[in-house]
């Protein structure tokens, strides 16, 4: 079954440096989220990004966020100057918008664990 | 109010029974729901789409009432593999395709 790869795994980085997490949706679909949880908390929404621009985001999406679509398969998500509560799991979706646009179904890479020290 | 409402739990269940979790969203216009499961420290994974009409999956059901803006899951059966934080999750909120997510509701299953 296709999946979403997300890497590394796990990010350990200072404050204020700037972090890059990766994403490789699934080849065929079209739509691309990321979404992050702290730790306990629920699963919060980011950004969307569709036809090399951002369709969606979250008050949580400030300045201090970028997404980019650099080639035909990488997703990134960078955060310029990481603070403390930036610490979470950062998850990436996609969902392929065919026939199955009104259900809408986003499949889930495995997260990267970022540690803000 | 929250935007998906979901009890936190945790239901601790024998394995056998029958568990059900009940979820409430706060806007009307929401346009597709879903059950997903999270395990600790993994990805939500999608359990199973929820339709007006009610739909089945083996020993999942799903319910959706728009009327009063209620989700259920049914487990029947329960099997020890079915502990995990349960999901609901509800899309077309504020006219968003994004994903708005419940607090999830842990369930245990014991031998």
């Known amino acids: 079954e296709p999946e979403v790869t997300q890497t590394p795994s796990h990010q350990v980085t200072q404050m204020g440096q700037e972090v890059i997490l990766r994403c490789v949706p699934i080849?065929?679909?079209?739509?691309f989220y990321w979404y992050r949880q702290i730790l306990g908390q629920k699963v919060e929404f980011l950004v969307s990004?569709?036809?090399?621009?951002?369709?969606?985001k979250s008050e949580i999406f400030d300045d201090q966020f970028s997404v980019e679509r650099p080639d035909g398969s990488n997703f990134t998500l960078k955060i310029r100057s990481t603070k403390l509560e930036d610490s979470a799991m950062y998850f990436c979706?996609?969902?392929?918008?065919?026939?199955?646009?009104?259900?809408?179904?986003?499949?889930f890479g495995a997260g990267t664990r970022l540690s803000v020290l | 109010r929250k935007e998906v409402e979901q009890d936190p739990g945790p239901f601790n269940v024998p394995e056998g029974a029958t568990v059900a979790f009940n979820c409430t969203y706060s806007?009307?216009?929401?346009?597709?729901f879903f059950w997903y499961r999270q395990d600790c420290r993994k990805e939500p994974k999608l359990l199973m789409s929820?339709?007006?009409s009610g739909n089945e999956d083996g020993r999942f059901t799903a319910q959706l009432n728009r009327a009063s803006q209620y989700i259920s899951l049914l487990i029947r059966d329960s099997k020890l593999s079915d502990s995990a934080t349960y999901l609901c999750?509800?899309?077309?909120?504020?006219?968003?395709?994004?994903?708005?997510f419940g607090s999830g509701t842990r369930l245990q299953v014991q031998p």
């Open positions: 929820v339709y007006s």
């Open positions: 999750v509800v899309t077309g909120l504020t006219g968003r395709r994004a994903l708005t």
């Open positions: 979706a996609s969902f392929d918008r065919g026939g199955l646009l009104a259900k809408n179904i986003q499949y």
């Open positions: 080849s065929n679909h079209l739509y």
């Open positions: 990004f569709y036809n090399n621009e951002i369709s969606e």
């Open positions: 806007n009307s216009a929401s346009q597709s």
